[in-house]
């Protein structure tokens, strides 16, 4: 059976038989509808985590990890400068 719900990401070959389960993986592997982008600019890449940012940052851009705002954890910290 062919499986109707193809990921539109370049370079992904996910495809699922379920629109809910497309959306999670978009969600979850390529930061749609996530808080945290990427600031480089041409990426724009969005993540759920400071933790996912920091290691896209590290092996997609070669750049050195963000840290949190001073007092928020990591869980409120935002993009890359």
Do not use: W
Request: net charge positive; with cysteine.
């Amino acid at each position: 059976m062919n499986r109707p719900y193809v990921c539109d990401e370049p370079h992904c070959n996910a495809a699922y038989y379920q629109l809910a389960n497309l959306k999670s993986h978009l969600k979850a592997k390529h930061g749609r509808d996530a808080p945290r982008k990427c600031r480089i600019r041409g990426c724009g890449k969005g993540f759920v985590t400071v933790e996912e940012l920091n290691e896209h940052l590290r092996v997609e851009h070669g750049r050195a990890p963000i840290a949190p705002p001073k007092g928020h954890g990591s869980s409120n910290s935002s993009g890359y400068s």
